[in-house]
């Protein structure tokens, strides 16, 4: 029954144009702040934009782990949070929750089809950015005359997983947000304000000049987010990265929230009114 929810989930996640238009925008971000801000920069067209001033080598293969997952903390989360919302809070807002239900799974069965639907789809999200990335950075490297020196396949798959990790968090927070307001835009409004403004602010306004700001930050998300792609190699000038703990710590925490998003999302559902 759960593979049944979840075949039936990456149906819907595939055929709604919405989704690859996602995954369109977050390949071009990736590719924008990663290859062509410093492209750009080398070629003294864009001082002054963040990673404008990393250099042409910053572009080349062996940064293709770094490059590909720096964006994930801020501005591809918001995409694995947009998608997130709207594979769940559709549901609310067109009405489809009691059609679903009463074909037979139970609302947990259903919600587990859904999580490891999106489970898939940010895998998806994450080995595109890394393959047009490997893409991007070999046609520059051979542009330059310079030898293809590719990282280890065990970094690439440490790389995709550590994204894997955050990206699937970030949907999972979005989907808990469209189940606790059982809508799409709210939820996604607030989330967006969330990741893109209030623990930018907290993080890079409040935290020196508030001890304990400085403190709560630790155990934000976003912020171990951010140190988790740090150590392994993302440019400290992407938004939202900055090695503030260590990457063990980092992943711990990371992989907690994911537990707490999913589990509180699953609680909510079972126990109030999909109307």
């Known amino acids: 029954m759960l593979w049944r929810s979840t075949s039936a989930e990456l149906t819907k996640l595939t055929r709604r144009p919405a989704n690859w238009l996602m995954l369109a925008v977050g390949t071009a971000l990736g590719l924008t702040f990663t290859y062509l801000l410093p492209l750009a920069g080398a070629a003294g067209a864009s001082s002054g934009a963040p990673n404008s001033d990393r250099g042409l080598a910053s572009t080349f293969p062996d940064q293709?782990?770094?490059?590909?997952?720096?964006?994930?903390?801020?501005?591809?989360?918001a995409i694995a949070l947009v998608i997130g919302v709207l594979a769940v809070g559709g549901e609310y807002g067109w009405g489809t929750w009691k059609t679903v239900l009463t074909q037979g799974p139970s609302r947990l069965t259903v919600y587990g089809g859904k999580l490891f639907a999106l489970a898939?789809?940010?895998l998806a999200l994450v080995v595109a950015i890394f393959a047009c990335g490997a893409l991007v950075s070999a046609v520059i490297a051979l542009s330059e005359g310079v030898p293809l020196s590719w990282p280890s396949v065990g970094s690439v798959v440490v790389g995709v997983g550590a994204g894997w990790l955050i990206?699937?968090?970030?949907?999972?927070?979005g989907v808990l947000l469209a189940i606790a307001m059982r809508g799409v835009a709210l939820p996604m409004g607030l989330g967006l304000v969330w990741l893109l403004v209030v623990q930018n602010l907290l993080i890079g306004v409040a935290a020196p000049l508030v001890s304990w700001v400085e403190d709560?930050?630790?155990g934000l998300p976003g912020s171990n987010a951010g140190s988790l792609v740090a150590s392994?190699?993302?440019?400290?000038?992407s938004p939202g990265v900055a090695e503030l703990t260590g990457p063990v710590q980092a992943a711990?925490?990371?992989?907690?929230?994911?537990?707490?998003?999913t589990g509180l999302g699953?609680?909510?559902?079972?126990?109030?009114?999909?109307?």
Do not use: E, K
């Open 216 to 218: 709560l930050q630790l």
């Open 232 to 237: 392994l190699g993302a440019s400290t000038q």
């Open 120 to 122: 898939f789809a940010m």
């Open 64 to 77: 293709l782990v770094g490059n590909s997952i720096g964006g994930l903390p801020v501005f591809l989360g």
């Open 167 to 173: 990206a699937c968090t970030w949907a999972a927070f």
């Open 266 to 275: 699953g609680w909510l559902l079972h126990r109030r009114d999909v109307i």
């Open 252 to 261: 711990l925490v990371v992989f907690a929230y994911l537990i707490a998003f």
